[in-house]
């Protein structure tokens, strides 16, 4: 739609009027209508402008802005990029609420326009436009960011809100459940997305109008995905049986059944996510170029199920594992036999197929594993699943490190890039690590060790703890223990399997000591407690000779805060005995497994005979009780100081 707006200046206002052609009559109308109107003040302007109307929605140029936002008791201004994909996302739901928007008996006039702010630069700069879509509000000379969702229901709610002070928030769409309504509620929704929430969680707080209006658009499709919440504070005995680790936690269930949610925290994110949801976790092949397809461009693990009958409870219980691997894995499945026959060679259905992509299988590997076992339960599916997901060197990356959990783990970092052009490259070095994986398999199987590589620059953090960040290799090593305990190859000009194997060798006879992240060790220790740091944790705790009672804090650690002048007196009390008392900033600092530490303070008391057995205290953390601990667990010959 074209039409021109005629601008009529009056003393106090302007009025918009859309028309082809002005005559007396119309002036005497317009004026009129004006008079009483609320149509803020746009001095000395007088003519014709042009402007064009997309959907309902107005398109404002540097020509036509001024004139049309001032004009207007309030408008919506949508800066938006014609190449930006979530501006082209928002489009049609902008539209909607524009059309919804042009007035009713229920719904005000308030106009809708965008700008396009690659082109109009200057009106973007003024208003300081860095980011797409920004939507602004003007309403009586002032502008603000916009707050409402980005659906067209959102949208014309918030734009209500804004224009009526009478107006009314509607109902409440997410469902509140207690423990005695929560199983049953659940157990009969197909699919649902939970939350649990404290009241007094900012986290909860800032997802409540994104939850909500997420749940008005999902209540609203043809097949509605209901959203429900739970006080977690009020049902505290429903959050403990459910084991919610803290606020907000939101899952997904399947007829009861939960499933983890690993979704966005926004309206349209959680949209989008929940139809996801809504949809097969695995796809349907009927034809051999379709299994093809996918055995032969498959970017992660395929698994292929063939079964006689999709109203088996084999198949029942392949869909049920799938759901819980979303993401994990790509699924696939079928009924017809000359499909998995003539591409993966299976003889007869009711199988489970495992395949690694192409790029990652080996000489050293089978093409495919198979299961056959369809009594199974769903949870020995995915255990499956997780068992055979890693090939012999597989290619770790941030999206699979769940894969990597399997210690002790060698890691190679180099240039991995699997893409097409550079793939060749890549595979130089990974057959140098398949040699040496082949070898642990095969003849060192006691030793089960995971093999990965992955690209320097995507794990330069982890580059950076094993102290390697600056090294001038190509390729560089470490060897994982564990999470904590790893273990760095000497940086050397010619990476090959003689090398690794050298290093790995050396790491398991003991040889290699653990790089540990640390703080500098102390000049000098002034204090009657010594200041342990990673990079001396060794000789201050585990090779030195006295028994050791060592307290775990973080700097701001409240609990720590309040412990500290009990700690101080612990540590005068024992000053001068065969007791050591030390201290150690956990959160800077890393140390062995032994110490497990899942909250501040912790203090363990480490027996001279038994340093890989510390035993931790338990209890109320004050002097009295402190000292009683120390003293079961003492092994010394000389009895504490009494004076403080």
């Known amino acids: 739609m074209h039409c021109r707006i005629i601008v009529v200046s009056m003393k106090d206002s302007a009025v918009c009027w859309a028309s082809s052609e002005v005559d007396e009559q119309h002036l ?75 007035g009713s008996d229920k719904v005000p006039r308030i106009p809708l326009a965008k700008v396009d702010a690659s082109v109009e630069l200057d009106i973007a700069n003024r208003f300081g436009i860095t980011g797409y879509p920004t939507l602004l509000v003007f309403q009586k000379g002032v502008h603000r960011e916009y707050e409402g969702g980005m659906t067209a229901e959102a949208i014309v709610e918030e734009m209500k809100k804004l224009t009526d002070p009478n107006y009314k928030p509607p109902p409440t769409v ?14 009969r929704e197909k699919l649902a997305l939970v939350e649990f929430y404290a009241p007094w969680c900012g ?60 979704g966005p925290r926004d309206e349209s994110g959680i949209v989008d996510y929940m139809i996801d949801q809504g949809k097969s976790p695995s796809e349907y092949l009927e034809r051999q170029p379709q299994l093809k397809n996918h055995v032969k461009r498959t970017e992660t693990t395929l698994i292929v199920g063939a079964f006689e009958s999709l109203k088996s409870k084999f198949f029942e219980r392949f869909l049920e594992a799938a759901n819980f691997e979303r993401g994990n894995f790509t699924f696939v499945h079928t009924d017809k036999f000359d499909v998995v026959n003539a591409v993966l060679g299976l003889k007869k259905m009711d199988i489970i197929a495992l395949l690694q992509p192409e790029w990652l299988r080996s000489q050293f590997e089978t093409v495919r594993l198979v299961y056959n076992h369809a009594k199974a339960q769903s949870r020995d599916l995915q255990d499956w699943f997780h068992a055979h997901s890693v090939p012999l060197v597989g290619h770790r990356t941030r999206k699979n490190l769940w894969k990597y959990n399997k210690y002790p783990m060698v890691v190679v970092y180099y240039d991995v890039n699997f893409s097409h052009e550079y793939r060749a490259d890549t595979q130089i070095t990974r057959r140098h690590v398949l040699m040496v994986a082949r070898d642990y ?54 990476f090959d399997a003689g090398v690794l194997r050298k290093f790995i060798e050396d790491v398991l006879e003991g040889k290699l000591k653990p790089v540990r992240k640390s703080q500098l060790a102390p000049k000098k220790q002034t204090g009657l407690a010594r200041i342990v740091v990673g ?19 973080a700097p701001d650690c409240g609990h720590c805060k309040n412990f500290m002048p009990d700690f101080k007196k612990i540590a005068k009390k024992y000053n001068g005995t065969n007791l050591k008392v030390a201290k150690l900033d956990a959160a800077h600092n890393e140390f062995p497994d032994e110490f497990a530490i899942t909250g501040y303070p912790t203090l363990f008391f480490v027996p001279t005979g038994d340093k890989k057995n510390p035993v931790k205290f338990v209890g109320e953390r004050n002097f009295e009780n402190v000292i009683d601990f120390i003293e079961k667990n003492r092994n010394g010959k000389s009895e504490p100081r009494s004076e403080l």
């Open 28 to 102: 005497r109308a317009a004026k009129e209508d004006h008079a009483e109107s609320e149509i803020p003040i746009v001095e000395g302007y007088g003519g014709t402008i042009d402007i064009k109307v997309d959907s309902d929605v107005l398109i404002l140029t540097n020509d036509n802005f001024d004139i049309i936002v001032n004009a207007k008791p309030i408008i919506l201004v949508n800066f938006y990029a014609t190449w930006c994909g979530h501006c082209k996302k928002l489009a049609p739901e902008y539209e909607r609420a524009a059309t919804r928007l042009k």
């Open 174 to 187: 997410v469902k509140v459940l207690v423990m005695h309504n929560f199983t049953i509620a659940l157990a």
């Open 203 to 262: 986290h909860c707080k800032q997802l409540e109008p994104e939850l909500e209006r997420a749940a008005r658009t999902l209540a609203s499709r043809p097949d509605p995905i209901p959203v429900f919440k739970i006080d977690a504070v009020a049902e505290k005995d429903l959050a403990k049986e459910e084991n919610i680790p803290g606020y907000p936690t939101l899952f997904v269930t399947r007829y009861g059944v939960k499933f983890r949610y690993d």
């Open 441 to 494: 398999r095969d003849y060192h199987s006691d030793e089960e060790l995971t093999f990965a590589v992955s690209n320097e620059e995507t794990f330069m953090d982890e580059l950076e703890m094993l102290k390697l960040a600056d090294s001038p290799a190509d390729v560089n090593v470490a060897f994982y223990a564990s999470p904590k305990e790893r273990y760095a190859m000497e940086p050397v000009d010619d």
């Open 535 to 553: 990079s001396t944790f060794e000789a201050e705790v585990l090779k030195e000779k006295k028994d050791i009672f060592i307290f775990f804090y």
